[in-house]
T-cell receptor, first 114, second 111 residues
Framework: EAQVTQNPRYLITVTGKKLTVTCSQNMNHEYMSWYRQDPGLGLRQIYYSMNVEVTDKGDVPEGYKVSRKEKRNFPLILESPSPNQTSLYFC?????????????FGSGTRLTVV | LAKTTQPISMDSYEGQEVNITCSHNNIATNDYITWYQQFPSQGPRFIIQGYKTKVTNEVASLFIPADRKSSTLSLPRVSLSDTAVYYCLVGPYNAGNMLTFGGGTRLMVKP
């Protein structure tokens, strides 16, 4: 089944403890992206990647890192999480950055930083 | 990207046709109109995309008038499972890195 898989689905952590949220797609998509969703603010893009080893900042990149060493994986790294990073996170992928037909989203990761 | 305006919420009943209108007065010549559906705690799901006139797929229809300053997503004979938030996005076909989701329209389908 074609899908974007995020792990974990739920995570509670403490301030300052480094964490990684994994994202993997099995559709050979070139383009991948991370979003966070907060009440009243819609989905905001954190980072995106147009292909392997090519990443760029979205609207809200502060406090986050990403890497794209392989086409299928695009992990989101929080080096020193803070409570304001408590949010619902989504990974998305598409065939290419020029593919306007739509994006496939993962099921989400609900992160709580205390 | 063109700014979009949608109703915050709408109510409907099972079996009815639902039309959600999106205003995008500043749409550019090379902009496309895309609609997504999102259920609680799930990622958005692509519904339909169009440039002008009418587009139809197995899920919905998208009506775009000649001036393209608005668009209407039409959901035929909705069911309870169509209760979700619907987002209208406007941007160039190659705007993959610039997808910005607004607040969307919260559709509640009642029995």
């Amino acid at each position: 089944e074609a899908q974007v898989t995020q792990n974990p689905r739920y995570l509670i952590t403490v301030t300052g403890k480094k964490l990684t949220v994994t994202c993997s797609q099995n559709m050979n998509h070139e383009y991948m992206s991370w979003y966070r969703q907060d009440p009243g603010l819609g989905l905001r893009q954190i980072y995106y990647s147009m292909n392997v080893e090519v990443t760029d900042k979205g609207d809200v990149p502060e406090g986050y890192k990403v890497s794209r060493k392989e086409k299928r994986n695009f992990p989101l790294i929080l080096e020193s999480p803070s409570p304001n990073q408590t949010s619902l996170y989504f990974c998305a992928s598409s065939l290419s950055w020029a593919d306007g037909d739509g994006y496939t989203f993962g099921s989400g990761t609900r992160l709580t930083v205390v | 990207l063109a700014k979009t305006t949608q109703p915050i919420s709408m109510d409907s009943y099972e079996g009815q046709e639902v039309n959600i209108t999106c205003s995008h007065n500043n749409i550019a010549t090379n902009d496309y109109i895309t609609w997504y559906q999102q259920f609680p705690s799930q990622g958005p799901r692509f519904i339909i995309q169009g440039y002008k006139t009418k587009v139809t797929n197995e899920v919905a229809s998208l009506f775009i008038p000649a001036d393209r300053k608005s668009s209407t997503l039409s959901l035929p004979r909705v069911s309870l499972s169509d209760t979700a938030v619907y987002y209208c996005l406007v941007g160039p076909y190659n705007a993959g890195n610039m997808l910005t989701f607004g607040g969307g329209t919260r559709l509640m389908v009642k029995p």
